[in-house]
């Protein structure tokens, strides 16, 4: 199964009627250009633990990857979304076997 898909199918499984009314997933674009990525874990039954990810070799491939006060926050090159979703997923499935598919 792909990362958006997978994305997909975990943002259905957590909605609960008020989780997703203030909390959810963001996924934008930035200016430089590139992605950001949010996903609100308040009000839910686990807490995410992560090691901050980063890689940096220029403008055009960059990543950063980390857990904050109960958010994992994603950002990279325009050519990496799939790449954070794919590390928010392997971060899920360590802590949730439900969503490891």
Same mark, same amino acid.
């Given at each position: 199964?792909? #990362?958006?898909?997978?994305?997909?199918l975990? /943002?259905?499984? #957590?909605? &609960?009627? /008020?989780?997703?009314?203030? %909390?959810? +997933?963001?996924?934008?674009?930035?200016?430089?250009?590139?992605?950001? +990525?949010?996903i609100?874990f308040?009000?839910?039954? /686990?807490?995410l633990?992560? &090691? !901050? %990810?980063?890689?940096d070799?220029? $403008?055009?491939?960059?990543? +950063?990857?980390?857990?904050? #006060?109960?958010? *994992? !926050?994603g *950002?990279? &090159?325009?050519?990496k979304? &799939?790449? =954070? =979703?794919g =590390?928010?997923?392997q #971060? =899920?499935?360590k802590? $949730?076997?439900r *969503?490891?598919?």
């Amino acid at each position: 199964m792909n #990362n958006m898909k997978w994305l997909e199918l975990w /943002y259905k499984q #957590n909605c &609960d009627g /008020y989780w997703e009314h203030f %909390y959810g +997933v963001k996924i934008e674009t930035m200016d430089n250009p590139g992605w950001s +990525v949010e996903i609100n874990f308040s009000q839910m039954d /686990y807490e995410l633990e992560m &090691d !901050k %990810y980063e890689k940096d070799e220029g $403008d055009d491939n960059w990543i +950063v990857c980390s857990m904050e #006060n109960g958010c *994992f !926050k994603g *950002f990279g &090159d325009s050519l990496k979304l &799939d790449e =954070i =979703i794919g =590390i928010f997923k392997q #971060n =899920i499935e360590k802590y $949730d076997s439900r *969503f490891n598919r």
